[in-house]
Each structure stands twice: as C-alpha cells, then as structure tokens.
C-alpha cells in the first residue's frame, strides 16, 4: 500500500517539550514505509528539513520494537553507504506517546487547497480527522505519492473539475 493511500496519516507531535513532527501511519509494513521514509526528505541535514530549522523537524525514525530497530538501523546503514561521505542525521528511537497535534496542524497540506476540500464536502472536524479519503487527498496535496500514483489522482481530480462546475472557479 502506498503511503498517500494509507487509512490513516495524522501529524503528530511527540511530548513532553521538546516535541518532534511525526505522522502515526497505520497499517503498512515497516520495510516499505523505511523505503518511503528514506526517499522523502534529506536525512543528511541536521535539524530541520529544507527551510524549516529546530529540533522538531529533525530527522527520526520511531520504532515500536527491537524488530523495527533492528529494520531501522540496517535501513539507515545502506543509506549511508549511498549517502557518499555525507553524515546521515537519522535518529532511530524507542517509540513512546504520541499526542495529535492541534486541529490547525492536522492534515495541513489538505487545508491549503480548497478545491480538494470541496471534493469530500463539509464535514465536522472529527469526521475529518477520521476520513480516509481526506488522508489521501493530504497526501496527494503533499506530493508524498509515487510519481505514477500522484499522476492518476491529478488526472481524476482534473476530470471532476471540468465536469463540475462549483469547481470550474476555484
């Protein structure tokens, strides 16, 4: 399963203070999201990631068991050898609580893009935390999807904009 297609992608942040932005991704297999994990973002700059700078963007890996860090820590080996004399940052820990972070930080990407929004239709903002679709369309609204599967959704959401006219204007 793609990480854009998941049930449930929620940003989180890790307590007490200070906090790490983090996403509570379930279920997948713990291979393929490391894969994910890896070809998303630099693991080579130390803390933060592009523009944003602190501790919180920092990048980790959350493990929920000697299984996973074990997966963790040989994920991170190999990327290393690739990294070419680069450091790799990756911190791999012990996954403890988590706690969601406010509802503004909540599918963030999703919020930004009205039309998206218009497509799943008013909703409480439980129902919205909940809904699998609106996981997906943050998702895809983050470009965390494979180029292929980022391609299909576009080309869906461009065919519902033309044949919908509330759409038409946004």
Same mark, same amino acid.
């Given at each position: ?6 049930? %449930? #992608? ?7 203070? /200070? ?23 630099? !693991? ?12 919180? !963007? ?9 299984? +996973?860090?074990? %997966?963790?820590? #040989? ?10 004399? @680069?450091? #790799?940052?990756? +911190? ?7 706690? /969601? ?17 218009? %497509?799943?239709? @008013?909703?409480?903002? +439980? ?12 998702? !895809?609204?983050?470009?965390?999807? /494979? ?14 904009? @033309?044949?919908? /006219?509330?759409?038409? +204007? #946004?």
């Amino acid at each position: 399963m793609e990480l854009c297609e998941q049930q %449930l #992608v929620t940003l989180v942040d890790q307590k007490p203070i /200070p906090s790490t932005e983090a996403w509570a991704i379930t279920p997948s297999p713990f291979r393929q999201l490391l894969d994910v994990f890896w070809s998303s973002h630099d !693991y080579t700059q130390e803390d933060g990631q592009g523009p944003d700078v602190g501790d919180q !963007y920092r990048s980790i890996i959350f493990t929920n068991g000697t299984q +996973e860090s074990r %997966l963790a820590a #040989v994920s991170k080996e190999r990327e290393q050898i690739k990294s070419k004399g @680069k450091i #790799v940052t990756t +911190e791999i820990k012990q996954l403890g609580t988590f706690y /969601p972070a406010e509802p503004e930080h909540q599918k963030f990407e999703l919020r930004r893009e009205e039309f998206l929004l218009q %497509l799943i239709g @008013k909703l409480s903002e +439980e129902e919205f935390q909940k809904s699998s679709l609106a996981s997906k369309l943050n998702g !895809y609204a983050a470009e965390l999807c /494979p180029p292929n599967i980022q391609k299909q959704i576009e080309k869906k959401i461009e065919g519902l904009r @033309k044949g919908w /006219p509330l759409l038409k +204007e #946004v």
